[in-house]
């Protein structure tokens, strides 16, 4: 196939017929996000790149190898964004939102660049649903983000997730963990891959979340970050897993979780399905108490999570979640001639106007045609009309689940002709005698 026919490697099509899910996802992690208080914020596809180096920070995997960077023509490093909180922060700061009461709660669903190997739940172009809740050191509110993540899988249905939490300290127990860290790999050097022998001195804590086999095997026996924990941090961390407890939030903790984000601190956790291959993490976050501060504002205390939109669909069809149906039609108009497709145009823009989707056929088809086109759309009512139903003004309604057939008077569907709205038109109807009403008869209930 010819080069310019193909998507980039790693990129993926949402396709018309698959759309709704993504919607679904997206209109209900909104909606989730705002119950806790948490509107949304939207911010550029890219940065500097000096952003996410600060931001990500540069020893870490994505800056170091998956971030997409080009200089655009004015000679700037810009950065397609790996990540959301970057982003987020550079705003929180930028807009003046940092001077507002605090903590500010925003959320995003963006699209994310990493030059990765791509398989299944791992693109090269992803999309993540975040929150970001700057300004608060209390615990209270690391439980409540993972609260909402935890609300989020639970009104999908989503099962079988474990949500792994640790404690990797602030700066001041980070010091000695990672002296201990130092200590333990030196030793054992000449086995690392090159980019964690240049971690160790810089930050050892990275070698850790290092994804070669061969680095994770010889992690396996390093010390603990927990051990090392200060007495505050030891204090936040029962904190937060009380206030878990307290909503019932099943946990484990896990002492490997380090997170790819160089700033964290505290708390860190990740949300792991087994339903969906190696890629399990299907969301991951934790308090970064250190990143304002880093790009340049005032200490501000802050924490959020970033949640794989295209792995939580994975999850959700292997598990067989439901989802909503894919909307279709209420009526499809077939038209046959200048003066019924005249009349169709008017009574499509009533009936839309009304909240309806109404649909004619724009490509002059026959009527058989119209018809095999009204199924292929799903369209749940059907009229025909040609020069006789325009002049008699009836026209056949056909109910096209049942296959039954009712004469409806054309006016029904224009607006105002009975000096009242459509939808009570529409409402007050009868059909052979019988009232019916038009809403439920399109399934759309008291639709205004
Ligand atoms: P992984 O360990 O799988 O590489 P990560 O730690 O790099 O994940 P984060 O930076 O924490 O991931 O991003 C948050 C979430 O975004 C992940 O939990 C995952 O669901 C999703 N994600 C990350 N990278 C990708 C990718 N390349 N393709 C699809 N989803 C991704
Ligand atoms: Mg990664």
């Known amino acids: ?22 919607q679904y996802i997206e209109a209900k992690v909104l909606e989730t996000a705002e119950k806790y208080g948490y509107k949304e914020i939207r911010t550029p596809v890219f940065e500097h790149t000096e952003l996410f180096k600060r931001g990500v920070g ?15 023509k004015g000679g700037r490093s810009i950065t397609l964004r790996p990540e959301g909180t970057a982003g987020a922060a550079r705003s929180f700061l930028e807009s003046g939102l940092c001077n507002e009461t605090l903590p500010q709660k925003v959320c995003y669903i963006t699209s994310c660049y990493r030059y990765e190997k791509p398989q299944a739940g ?18 209270l ?3 409540e983000i993972l609260s909402l993540a935890k609300s989020i899988f639970d009104n999908f249905g989503v099962k079988d997730l474990s949500l792994e939490i640790n404690s990797i300290g602030c700066p001041k127990c980070r010091k000695e963990f990672h002296d201990a860290l130092r200590e333990y790999f030196s030793s054992r050097k000449d086995g690392l891959c090159d980019t964690c022998r240049d971690r160790l001195d810089r930050n050892p804590m990275r070698i850790l979340d290092c994804k070669s086999p061969v680095c994770s095997e010889i992690a396996k026996d ?35 979780i380090v997170r790819g984000l160089d700033y964290y601190t505290k708390t860190v956790f990740e949300f792991i399905s087994d339903s969906i291959g190696a890629q399990g993490a299907v969301c991951a976050g934790g308090r970064y108490d250190g990143l304002i501060e880093e790009l340049g504002g005032q200490k501000t205390p802050s924490l959020g999570f970033g949640m794989g939109i295209e792995r939580l669909l994975l999850l959700m069809e292997s598990q067989g979640c439901e989802f909503p149906e894919d909307s279709r ?18 009574i499509a823009k009533d009936m839309r106007g009304e909240g309806f989707s109404c649909i004619y056929d ?24 040609g020069d006789n139903e325009v002049s008699s003004g009836i026209a056949k309604l056909k109910n096209m689940e049942s296959g039954e057939e009712t004469e409806i008077a054309l006016a029904t569907f224009v607006s105002g002709y009975y000096n009242i709205t459509l939808s009570e038109q529409l409402k007050d109807l009868e059909i052979n005698g019988e009232s019916v009403d038009f809403g439920s008869l399109f399934g759309l209930g008291d639709k205004k």
């Open 122 to 139: 791992r693109l090269r172009e992803f999309h993540q649903f975040g929150v970001e809740c700057f300004g608060t050191q209390s615990p």
């Open 329 to 346: 039609p209420d009526l499809f108009i077939a038209a046959l001639g200048d003066k019924a497709t005249l009349k169709a145009v008017e």
């Open 222 to 256: 390093a010390p603990v970050v927990l051990d090392y924990l200060c007495d505050e941090c030891k204090e936040h961390f029962e904190e937060v897993k009380k206030y878990l407890r307290a909503e019932n939030i099943e946990f484990t903790v896990n002492p490997k």
């Open 58 to 72: 540069d020893t870490t995997d994505v800056v170091q190898k998956e971030m997409y960077t080009f200089d655009d």
């Open 362 to 385: 724009l490509n002059g088809r026959g009527l058989r045609a119209q018809m095999k086109y009204a199924n292929k759309l799903g369209a749940k009512f059907t009229i025909v009309l």
């Open 1 to 22: 196939m010819a080069l310019i026919t193909k998507a980039i490697k790693g990129t993926k099509d949402v396709l018309p017929s698959e759309v709704y899910k993504n």
């Open 141 to 143: 509110a690391d439980a």
